[in-house]
């Protein structure tokens, strides 16, 4: 009925930067909120960002000053621009969504994950 797809994972050196992307699509009416969070091999997921419907963000404090959530309310689509990468912040980056559909329901969705790998 709804989904999250991911894209915009992958491969890259410490220092680059990638840009993540999860649209939603199915029979939504509005979105409370939208982020990512991250899991690590061995490792509890973790909040990385997240952004409101007014756009109000929240961010880890690992990834403060080097990454930048946003959305665009429109096209039901959040981004997460990732500047000067670390081999620390390799992990499956997951897309969240608390989503209101047409039948009045709030449903909280998750992406299926995407990779990102940091060498150093």
């Known amino acids: 009925q709804v989904q999250l797809v991911e894209s915009g994972g992958g491969s890259v050196q410490a220092g680059g930067s990638l840009r993540l992307s999860c649209a939603a699509s199915?029979?939504?009416?509005?979105?409370?909120?939208m982020g990512w969070y991250r899991q690590a091999p061995g490792k509890q997921r973790e909040l990385v960002a997240h952004i409101t419907s007014v756009g109000t963000t929240n961010y880890a404090e690992s990834v403060k000053g080097r990454f930048t959530i946003s959305r665009d309310n429109a096209k039901n689509t959040v981004y997460l621009q990732m500047n000067s990468l670390s081999p620390e912040d390799t992990a499956v980056y997951y897309c969240?969504?608390?989503?209101?559909?047409?039948?009045?329901?709030?449903?909280?969705?998750w992406g299926q994950g995407t990779q990102v790998t940091v060498s150093s």
């Open positions: 969240h969504g608390l989503l209101v559909l047409t039948n009045a329901l709030t449903y909280n969705v």
């Open positions: 199915g029979s939504i009416f509005s979105i409370h909120v």
